[in-house]
């Protein structure tokens, strides 16, 4: 399960909105049982709209922050401008971590599609996204 | 020269379990070269077979990434951080 705020939902899709025409990306701060603490944008240093690569100055900016908060850098999002919100071959394949939660929003229609994914040993399995609201809290899955 | 080299969590189980390695080495490519004399699990990935980085490793001198600073013949000096992060990449398709 990843659990972030509503602020947080929305700063993972305005910096994929930024991104556009191109494919944005970044990663999470948090702790292990999924609660994100933090959403740090990157640029796609691929600069495609059909590959991603976080800037490896801000991976390891990124690093050396978890480090220092005592934080684990929980995984990285990404969008899909043109296909759906599920991991890609090439997402599979240079998934770096199988701690890690894989992000994806995609822009195929007007209300982001926002969801997690565990990749481990090539399989992957979707899980809960909790969006921790002032009231509410909602789950997409 | 002796150098403190971070290992990335993907990483560990292959050097032990641990999270750094005190290394020797003038250039980075001879302390990716000691390390995997030492630890044969990683071979293959922090060097490709010709010897250049591993397409899908980041490493860093201090604050330097060392594509920019000569690759596998960046400098090392004593008591310098070398950290290895693998790279985030993906896409579409």
Not at chain 1, 24 to 32: E, K, R, V
Not at chain 1, 36 to 42: E, K, L, N, T
Not at chain 1, 50 to 77: H, Q, S
Not at chain 2, 21 to 30: F, K
Request: one cysteine or more; a negative charge; aromatic letters at 6%.
């Amino acid at each position: 399960m990843l659990i972030l705020t509503r602020e947080q939902r929305d700063s993972l899709i305005a910096t994929c909105i930024r991104a556009l025409p191109n494919e944005g990306c970044g990663l999470l701060l948090g702790t292990p049982d999924g609660v994100v603490s933090d959403v740090v944008a990157s640029s796609n240093v691929a600069e495609s709209t059909r590959v991603y690569e976080i800037d490896p100055k801000v991976l390891l900016r990124t690093f050396r922050r978890a480090d220092e908060e005592g934080v684990d850098v929980l995984g990285v999002f990404h969008s899909h401008t043109h296909s759906p919100a599920y991991p890609s071959p090439t997402d599979v394949a240079q998934a770096p971590d199988p701690s890690w939660h894989y992000v994806l929003t995609s822009f195929l229609s007007i209300e982001p599609d926002l969801r997690s994914y565990r990749i481990v040993d090539g399989v992957i399995s979707e899980e809960d996204v909790v969006i921790r609201g002032d009231t509410s809290e909602v789950s997409s899955r | 020269m002796s150098a403190t080299l971070r290992i990335p969590t993907v990483l560990r189980p292959a050097v032990g379990g641990q999270a750094t390695l005190e290394v020797e080495g003038a250039t980075i490519g001879e302390v990716l070269k000691n390390v995997t004399a030492q630890y044969p699990s990683v071979t293959g990935q922090l060097l490709a077979e010709d010897g250049s980085l591993h397409r899908f490793l980041n490493v860093y001198v201090n604050d330097d990434d060392v594509r920019y600073i000569g690759g596998v013949d960046a400098p090392v000096k004593d008591d310098d951080e070398i950290t290895l992060l693998p790279a985030v990449a993906g896409g579409c398709h």
